[in-house]
């Protein structure tokens, strides 16, 4: 009797399946590689421009935020475009990041179903899409970067441990709202209206050492992620020190969502094919 107690707590809870899983997918990158390839092909396929829509839309609306906003910035209307331009690759990766997550399980259901696959292939996969497109913007936003007469110090080699920490927080993120949109869809609907609030309170149209004032603004701004998410990553490229606040607070950020997919990994594990 005891042993069977004890066989139906493992399958109830088994928080060690999200190692098992991570590890298991991330030795298949052949695997999660050609279905993100695949997904962009299908994604532009039928587009005559193509993968060029990437950069399109990214000028577009660097070009538009620096018309617009840029006379109301002290940084100058040239440093306030390379701001925008590469706080907006950022940012993108980020929003994405919990927008695809809370559907990565769901537009894998068949494979989920039919194939005894991790699921950590179907969340790299995102991920991977997701860093290619981030790939092409922030290379546009370093190409108006010079175009603008601004020049990469040394201290821009700060933003690859910034980048490091924050793909590790996208695996954790995607995993963890995947699992949970699965069994709660709404929780998708409810984050597409967040990101809306998030688009606002983080400092991409505005500068963040403009608008340092206390009050509620400033409140509101530094309890969002975002803004310490791209502090540690742009400061660097755009020739500041990072603010060590924030990136002690990505750091416990960091510590709770492990944490976090550990217990929803648990789980949902075995629940996901019922789920989808």
Not at 89 to 117: E, H, Q, Y
Not at 194 to 223: C, K, N, Q
């Amino acid at each position: 009797m005891l042993e069977d107690q004890v066989a139906r707590a493992r399958y109830v809870f088994d928080p060690r399946v999200a190692f098992r899983d991570l590890l298991a997918g991330a030795r298949q990158p052949a695997l999660w590689i050609a279905f993100a390839t695949d997904e962009i092909q299908q994604r532009y396929r039928r587009s005559k421009l193509g993968l060029a829509w990437i950069i399109i839309s990214y000028v577009i609306f660097v070009a538009t935020i620096s018309l617009f906003f840029g006379n109301f910035s002290d940084l100058g209307h040239a440093h306030f475009t390379v701001y925008v331009a590469i706080n907006f690759a950022i940012f993108m990766f980020l929003m994405g990041n919990i927008t695809d997550g809370c559907a990565v399980f769901r537009v894998s259901k068949s494979w989920i179903k039919s194939a005894p696959l991790p699921h950590s292939i179907y969340v790299f996969k995102s991920i991977a899409r997701s860093l290619f497109v981030f790939g092409i913007n922030l290379a546009v936003a370093l190409l108006i970067l010079y175009l603008f007469g601004f020049h990469l110090h040394l201290m821009a080699l700060l933003a690859i441990p910034a980048l490091i920490v924050l793909l590790v927080n996208a695996v954790l993120v995607q995993t963890t709202f995947g699992y949970i949109a699965a069994r709660y869809p709404d929780v998708d609907h409810l984050m597409q209206s967040l990101m809306r609030i998030l688009y606002f309170t983080t400092p991409v149209l505005w500068v963040r050492d403009e608008h340092s004032a206390p009050g509620l603004r400033t409140t509101i701004s530094e309890l969002n992620p975002f803004t310490h998410a791209l502090e540690i990553f742009s400061a660097p490229i755009l020739g500041k020190v990072p603010d060590p606040k924030s990136w002690l607070i990505i750091g416990v950020l960091t510590l709770v969502m492990l944490v976090t997919t550990l217990v929803v990994t648990g789980f949902s594990h075995r629940r996901l094919p019922y789920w989808v």
